[in-house]
């Protein structure tokens, strides 16, 4: 018989209670039944977005909040920074260029965390920068950036902070109010343990003072119709109401677990995937400390092709993890450590990686990796 497990950086697996609630009858969305369900999301969102800024839910992929954060705020030849250091963090840059907004890159090496120093000294080079467009965890590389440091940065000068949390959240401290993040973006298939569909932001007052001046075109995605439905608890279109109502399952589980326990979890399985990655004698691609600890990117060892280990452990063994993006396609493969994933789930995939990787004539010891992973998560 053949069983899945899923490990890739989105989508991730679902657990059965929030499975249950989808295979529900849909119920209609104005009423005192979906409203209770809508608030009740809302404010278990803001415990997980470590917020009380306004929150706003969207019917789209993670990407639909990332183009609300940029057409939003700005107006047409504005300039914002935009932190380039893999795939998602271009898409930054690529909304901009969209909306006519001037574009400031700082490309990263794709292995290295940004450093806030240079976001300071473009800062103070150009005043009239607006925002500046970073991310948490660049899914691409399983590389973190300091959102800490670099709100540090940001918090004094005139330019709002907007972060893409959509890997991170739920699964990396993302301290938004401590910090002074102006806007976290978030999607729902990858920390947060539902099905794609579901994209979230969050709002500060610095940022919503930008709301009032952006003349950028928008319409699906206006913060300002969100807010004023709100006021009723209501969303301006039909929102995703079977997926709302998964959320607020799975934002319950995440809340009785508790934050700080949760993400104490992923850092220890975070760890057990780079031991094991080590023992086999592989190479991980994020530099020594800039790691994320949402997934890691592990690179191939020579003779190896990457794209056919990834495909013969998906479609042999069923064992789904994910191979690289654009650069770094054939170069790396990329196991999820976020969401619905357990220990045990990382054990399997290690065994199974370790099982190709013999198939395909690569020379170790089998269970290498195994015990190496075992070693971090019994100690
Ligand atoms: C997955 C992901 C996205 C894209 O989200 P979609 O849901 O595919 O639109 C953007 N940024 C990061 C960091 C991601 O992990």
């Not at 000294?121 to 970073?134: E, G, P, R």
Request: charged content about 20%; overall charge neutral.
């Amino acid at each position: 018989m053949k069983k899945d497990y899923l490990l890739t950086p989105g989508p991730t697996p679902l657990p059965p209670q929030v499975m249950e609630t989808l295979a529900r009858p849909i119920i209609h969305h104005r009423t005192p039944q979906f409203q209770a369900i809508l608030k009740e999301a809302t404010e278990n969102l803001k415990y997980v977005f470590q917020t009380n800024n306004d929150i706003f839910i969207f019917a789209s992929s993670g990407t639909g909040a990332m183009e609300a954060a940029v057409c939003n705020f700005l107006s047409p030849a504005d300039s914002a920074i935009t932190v380039e250091g893999g795939k998602f963090g271009e898409r930054w840059s690529e909304l901009c260029t969209a909306f006519g907004i001037k574009s400031i890159p700082i490309k990263v090496e794709w292995d290295s965390s940004v450093e806030p120093k240079d976001i300071e000294k473009l800062l103070k080079s150009d005043k009239n920068i607006k925002a500046v467009f970073t991310t948490l965890c660049e899914t691409s590389t399983g590389v973190n950036h300091d959102i800490k440091a670099i709100a540090q940065v940001v918090k004094n000068t005139d330019a709002v902070l907007v972060v893409d949390a959509i890997s991170g959240l739920g699964v990396l401290d993302l301290q938004t109010d401590n910090w002074c993040v102006d806007v976290v973006v978030s999607g729902s298939q990858k920390g947060l343990m539902l099905p794609p569909g579901l994209s979230f932001i969050s709002v500060s007052q610095k940022a919503w003072k930008l709301i009032e001046t952006s003349r950028c075109q928008k319409y699906y995605f206006s913060l300002k119709a969100a807010k004023k439905a709100w006021d009723s608890v209501d969303t301006p279109f039909t929102p995703a109401i079977g997926l709302i109502i998964a959320l607020n399952e799975s934002l319950k589980m995440i809340k009785k677990e508790g934050l700080a326990n949760i993400f104490a979890y992923y850092k220890k399985l975070a760890k057990a995937t780079r031991e094991a990655a080590k023992a086999l004698g592989l190479k991980i691609y994020a530099k020594e400390g800039c790691s994320s600890d949402a997934l890691t990117a592990i690179e191939v060892p020579d003779g190896i092709d990457a794209e056919k280990m990834v495909k013969t452990m998906r479609d042999t063994y069923q064992v789904t993890i994910a191979g690289g993006q654009a650069e770094l396609k054939g170069k790396v493969f990329r196991i999820a450590h976020m969401g619905y994933i357990n220990e045990f789930d990382i054990l399997t995939a290690i065994s199974c990686l370790e099982k190709v990787l013999k198939e395909m004539g690569y020379n170790f010891q089998l269970g290498q990796g195994v015990a190496a992973a075992q070693k971090v998560i019994n100690a």
